[in-house]
């Protein structure tokens, strides 16, 4: 019996996620994927078992950018927006606003023409994350008619987004 196919992602820093597999040494078979690239996966005695393949999806978007809202721009984007506004605010540093935000660009996708989705950066922003409390990242805020509406704090699931922005979004 062949042994499983072991798959990893890796997303370094800047650049798009990479899909890694150890594939035992029977054939495996992978779909199909521009820039495979194999080498021989290694023991520590130096000895071959398998081999490693890497595919690259170089060029391809991995989710939808959202754009930033800055103090300067926080009037006219929000307060005075005709649609409800689904703010969320993060910071680099911060892995569970990176594990968000994918969701956050498929919601700005799912809602286009009903909702305006925006990202604010606290750490370059101090003044309206005080503003409005904010004492968790990621933190997302619904705003209807430049009035906070609702808040969700966390990497919640999707339909807990959607839950909280059906309420003020017209279908």
């Known amino acids: 019996m062949a042994s499983p196919l072991a798959v990893s992602i890796v997303k370094p820093a800047s650049s798009p996620p990479v899909a890694v597999a150890a594939i035992a040494p029977l054939r495996c078979h992978l779909l199909p994927c521009r820039g495979v690239r194999a080498s021989p996966l290694l023991l520590?005695?130096?000895?071959?078992?398998?081999?490693?393949?890497?595919?690259?999806?170089?060029?391809?978007?991995?989710?939808?950018?959202?754009?930033?809202?800055?103090?300067?721009?926080?009037?006219?984007?929000?307060?005075?927006?005709?649609?409800?506004?689904?703010?969320?605010?993060?910071?680099?540093?911060?892995?569970?606003?990176?594990?968000?935000?994918?969701?956050?660009?498929?919601?700005?996708?799912?809602?286009?023409?009903?909702?305006?989705?925006?990202?604010?950066?606290?750490d370059e922003n101090p003044d309206i994350a005080t503003q409005f409390g904010i004492r968790s990242i990621p933190t997302m805020m619904v705003f209807k008619n430049g009035e906070k509406k609702d808040t969700v704090i966390g990497a919640v699931p999707e339909s807990t987004l959607v839950s909280s922005i059906d309420k003020y979004v017209e279908r």
């Not at 071959?48 to 978007?61: M, T």
């Not at 989710?63 to 005709?82: A, R």
């Not at 506004?85 to 700005?108: Q, R, T, Y």
């Open 44 to 122: 520590r005695s130096g000895r071959s078992r398998g081999a490693l393949a890497v595919c690259a999806a170089q060029g391809q978007e991995t989710s939808i950018q959202v754009p930033d809202v800055t103090k300067s721009m926080w009037q006219s984007l929000v307060v005075e927006s005709e649609l409800p506004v689904l703010v969320e605010f993060w910071a680099l540093w911060c892995g569970p606003c990176k594990m968000i935000d994918p969701v956050i660009g498929k919601l700005s996708k799912d809602y286009e023409g009903k909702l305006n989705c925006y990202k604010l950066n606290t």
